[in-house]
């Protein structure tokens, strides 16, 4: 089935220590993205990527780091410069970017201690 | 000015009851209107779309916009416990991949 696939699903991390976050698509989209969503909150974007090779900071990119050596994978780095880093992550690829239609994960949940 | 701007919530309804669902949006340049539907702990999905102007139809659910104001809606009608979840907004088109949401509104249908 072609799907995007995160993992881990839930990670606890002590203070100070980077993370890293993996997405995975087999959809053969060529755009991808992260999002941040907190309780009581909508998506917020922390970057995303047009093509292989190439990414852009969204609206809260401090703290976080991406590459994109592959078509099918976009893994995020949380850093420890990352102020309030608990949240849920959420990993999307994009099918035209005429429509905006995104195809999500089940999301990955970081908790700090 | 953000892309889209969307009243939180949260929303309780009872069973049965209509509900509606807003947002306003700012760029008049985007023709693509998206309403995504979030199950707690989950990854949003796609529930429909509208393109342009005008309403979309499918079963008990209404999408609708008004380029006027600037105003999109989701109507639910005769709604239903399954119906509780977050409903998040979406404007787009052209050329435009930073796709930004709205806050998105939790709907909680009550039995």
């Known amino acids: 089935d072609g799907g995007i696939t995160q993992s881990p699903k839930y990670l606890f991390r002590k203070e100070g220590q980077n993370v890293t976050l993996s997405c995975e698509q087999n959809?053969?989209?060529?755009?991808m993205y992260w999002y941040r969503q907190d309780p009581g909150q909508g998506l917020r974007l922390i970057y995303y990527?047009?093509?292989?090779?190439?990414?852009q900071k969204g609206d809260i990119a401090e703290g976080y780091s991406v590459s994109r050596e592959k078509k099918e994978s976009f893994p995020l780095t949380v850093t420890s410069a990352q102020k309030n880093p608990t949240a849920f992550y959420l990993c999307?690829?994009?099918?035209?970017?005429?429509?905006?239609?995104?195809?999500f994960g089940e999301g990955s949940r970081l908790t700090v201690l | 000015q953000k892309e889209v701007e969307q009243d939180p919530g949260p929303l309780s309804v009872p069973e049965g009851a209509i509900v509606s669902l807003n947002c306003t949006y700012s760029?008049?340049?985007?023709?693509?209107f998206m309403w995504y539907r979030q199950y707690s702990r989950k990854g949003p999905e796609l529930l429909m779309y509208t393109y342009s102007s005008g309403n979309k139809e499918d079963g008990r659910f209404t999408a609708q916009v008004d380029k006027s104001s600037k105003y999109i809606s989701l109507f639910i009608r005769d709604s239903q416990p399954s119906d509780s979840a977050t409903y998040l907004c979406l404007n787009s088109g052209g050329s435009n991949y930073k796709l930004t949401f709205g806050k998105g509104t939790l709907l909680t249908v009550n039995p």
């Open positions: 990527s047009q093509i292989v090779n190439d990414f």
């Open positions: 760029n008049s340049a985007f023709q693509y």
């Open positions: 959809l053969n989209h060529d755009a």
């Open positions: 999307a690829s994009l099918r035209t970017v005429n429509t905006g239609e995104l195809f």
